[in-house]
Each structure stands twice: as structure tokens, then as C-alpha cells.
């Protein structure tokens, strides 16, 4: 039997994952902003990154509800790593090999995601509800 998906662990993952998004940013942003060229962001661009958090962390609550041994906190962040590495940083790679984007770029949004996702893994399969 499958678990079901645990709503407040899926919210609470996506707004951890906006404030990852803030942390690594600020840690990173001065580089980022030379390797874009960008140098405001637009008020829209901080409603859209957190929206996505929720069906971000939806797909990675799906993916393990359907787990027989999610692994608790560990399994989630492992599963999280996988899909942030697997699918978020491998499509950044090519996307930005054809924009010509500097390899540094892809490594900080790459890393973002996938450090994010195996934080929402950790946080969803950690809390997970008894059926």
C-alpha cells in the first residue's frame, strides 16, 4: 500500500526551498550577477522561484509516496539528490551548454537545485504520516 502525500511536509519543503534559493543567492549572488550580466531582478522573478517550490516538492512527495522504504529523512534527501542531479542539473547542463552559458553558472544553479531538492526530500520523507 502507498502512503499518501503529507500536505504541510509539501508546503513546508516548498518554503524551505525559497529560503535555500535566498541563502545560496546571497552567498553566490555577486558571482552570479557577473556571470549573467544581470544586475536587477524583477519583483515577478521572486513570486515565480517561490511558486515553484510547490510543485517541486509535490513531485518529489509523489515519487516517494509511492516507496515501500523511503528510507525516512535520509531516503528523501537521497531520492531528492538523485532527481536535483539526475534530471534539474543534467536539462541546466545542456540548456546552458547551447546558451553558452559559463560552466560556473551551471554549477550555481545547478548546485542550488540539487542541494535544494535533497532538502525537500529530506524534509518530506522525514514526515512522513502513518496510514
Excluded at 21 to 31: E, H, N, R
Excluded at 70 to 92: D, H, M, S
Aim: aromatic share 14%.
Amino acid at each position: 500500500m502507498t502512503a499518501r502525500i503529507n500536505h504541510v511536509a509539501v508546503i513546508v519543503g516548498a518554503v524551505v526551498y525559497f529560503v535555500w534559493g535566498a541563502i545560496w543567492y546571497t552567498l553566490f549572488g555577486k558571482l552570479w550577477d557577473v556571470l549573467t550580466g544581470v544586475t536587477t531582478t524583477a519583483p515577478t522573478t521572486y513570486v515565480i522561484s517561490f511558486v515553484i517550490g510547490f510543485p517541486l516538492a509535490y513531485t518529489i512527495a509523489y515519487v516517494l509516496r509511492g516507496s515501500r522504504d523511503p528510507g525516512g529523512w535520509q531516503g528523501g534527501a537521497t531520492l531528492g539528490a538523485i532527481l536535483g542531479i539526475g534530471v534539474w542539473a543534467a536539462n541546466l547542463l545542456e540548456i546552458d551548454a547551447y546558451a553558452m552559458h559559463p560552466l560556473g553558472l551551471w554549477a550555481i544553479d545547478g548546485g542550488y537545485g540539487v542541494i535544494g531538492m535533497a532538502i525537500v526530500g529530506g524534509i518530506i520523507g522525514g514526515w512522513r504520516r502513518r496510514i
